[in-house]
C-alpha cells in the first residue's frame, strides 16, 4: 500500500503521520521510507528521519507499507493525517 501525502495548505506540514484502521486480517510485513506500528486495528505510519517535513502549496511525500491478508480481504479504512480525516 502506497501513501501519497499532498499538502495544498501554504505552510509546511512537520511532523505528520497517517493513521487508520487496519483490520485484523491484515498483517504488516515491512515498510519503506517509513514506519509502519499498529496496536489492534489502530495502525500509524510515521516517515523515516529526512521526511518529516511535507512542503507547503503541492508538496508531497510518498511512503509505502507491505501487507499480507487472507480471505476473506476487507480494506483498511478510516484515513487521517494528523488527524485531519483523509478525502
Known amino acids: ?3 501519497i ?7 509546511p506540514v ?10 485484523l486480517t491484515i498483517s504488516i ?3 519503506y521510507n517509513a514506519t509502519a506500528t499498529r496496536v489492534g486495528t489502530a495502525a500509524t505510519v510515521t ?5 518529516t517535513t511535507i512542503a507547503p502549496s503541492g508538496g508531497v511525500a ?3 507499507v507491505g501487507l499480507y491478508t ?14 485531519i480525516a483523509c478525502r
Not at 501525502?5 to 505552510?11: E, G, L
Not at 511532523?15 to 484502521?21: G, K, L, Q, Y
Open 47 to 51: 516517515p523515516a528521519p529526512g521526511l
Open 62 to 64: 510518498v511512503v509505502s
Open 70 to 83: 487472507v480471505t476473506p480481504y476487507t480494506p483498511p479504512s478510516n484515513f487521517s493525517v494528523n488527524g
Open 5 to 11: 501525502v499532498q499538502n495544498t495548505t501554504p505552510d
Open 1 to 3: 500500500m502506497t501513501f
Open 29 to 31: 510485513t515491512g515498510a
Open 14 to 23: 512537520t511532523p505528520w503521520s497517517v493513521r487508520f484502521t487496519l483490520p
